[in-house]
């Protein structure tokens, strides 16, 4: 059997919610991920960018089999997520979440929230467990002399070291780290994403990065998918990406990005006043109330994925470049940067 080359394959992928404002209130329907289809090779980097409510969370949920998709679906190594159970899941693929306070029980030790994911497959024995543990920790640069605090006696950059290791110690394939930094400090954010960049090269890991920051998406990713009101906009390699954007709210992201050069201020993205709104997602381009180039058509068609020659993926009715409605680059309906 041939192996296959995608840690994950992604097909029209939707994620629906019906959320209460209030107790008596009515219920609004919101589709937070609507048809999404990508593909991450084995040993990248996929970057996922987009502004708050984007579904991008959303996505990173489902991936992890968190969520259930309300129709699509999720592939890890060609195998359907939904046949996997949950050890058999655990293996293959674990997280990194934002608030490595919040995630990490304050009551455990942190050998035993390094251990969790060994003790629950339930067929590893004590010994190989501490073992595995002191490895991991001392790996992630936690002295094995700290393994009996609990989380509230850590920094916060050890406390997400912390969170590596319980994710790695399993010695998974594919990680998602879900905005694993933003809640740190500038200079500990630099250590953890060279941390995590060391252990991608020593253990052959696939990441899922999933972050607003859009330089760190640029420092650390090899493609870049960009998400707006549940949609994947426009995707391709990072360098591409970020040297010319292609969509209008791709463009609007970069140039939002504040510069050190003084007398600049805030820049101006152009847009608008309005904001997106997951439960009142409009005809047509969904993009398009906000979209200073917006002609008449977006106001009612929806733009369809189109392929660049050379890679890379748009859905926008008037970007820029030359693309067509099929590429190579798409195999069965999925992105592979």
């Not at 949920?61 to 592939?75: D, M, N, Q, W, Y």
């Not at 707006?228 to 140039?255: D, I, K, M, N, S």
Request: with cysteine; hydrophobic share 40%.
């Amino acid at each position: 059997m041939k192996a296959s080359v995608n840690a994950i394959t992604i097909r029209d992928l939707r994620r629906e919610f019906d959320v209460k404002s209030s107790l008596f209130g009515k219920s609004k329907h919101i589709t937070a991920v609507d048809g999404v289809s990508l593909s991450v090779p084995f040993g990248s980097v996929f970057g996922i960018v987009g502004g708050s409510g984007c579904g991008k969370s959303t996505l990173a949920r489902v991936i992890l089999g968190l969520l259930r998709p309300t129709s699509g679906e999720v592939l890890i190594d060609d195998m359907q997520l939904s046949d996997l159970d949950r050890r058999a899941r655990a293996s293959l693929i674990q997280p990194v979440f934002q608030d490595p306070y919040s995630s990490l029980n304050p009551r455990q030790s942190i050998r035993n929230i390094v251990a969790l994911p060994l003790t629950s497959q339930g067929n590893v024995a004590a010994s190989d467990i501490i073992r595995r543990v002191d490895e991991m920790l001392e790996r992630v640069g936690i002295a094995v002399s700290m393994a009996h605090r609990r989380p509230a006696e850590l920094s916060g950059g050890q406390r997400q070291r912390v969170a590596i290791a319980r994710a790695l110690v399993l010695r998974p394939r594919i990680v998602v780290c879900d905005e694993p930094t933003s809640a740190l400090d500038v200079s500990v954010q630099a250590q953890i994403l060279n941390l995590l960049a060391e252990l991608r090269r020593e253990l052959g890991l696939t990441y899922v990065f999933i972050s607003h920051n859009l330089a760190v998406v640029q420092h650390i990713a090899d493609c870049v998918a960009v998400m707006y009101l549940g949609r994947l906009v426009e995707a391709g390699e990072t360098e591409q990406l970020f040297a010319e954007p292609r969509h209008p709210y791709t463009q609007a992201l970069l140039a939002s990005v504040l510069t050190p050069e003084p007398g600049l201020g805030v820049p101006d993205v152009g847009l608008g006043n309005t904001s997106a709104d997951p439960s009142n997602i409009p005809a047509g381009c969904r993009f398009h109330p906000r979209c200073r180039i917006a002609e008449s058509r977006c106001r009612v068609e929806q733009p369809q994925p189109r392929f660049g020659a050379n890679g890379g993926t748009v859905e926008c009715h008037l970007a820029s470049g030359t693309w067509s409605e099929s590429s190579n680059a798409m195999i069965g309906g999925k992105l592979v940067c």
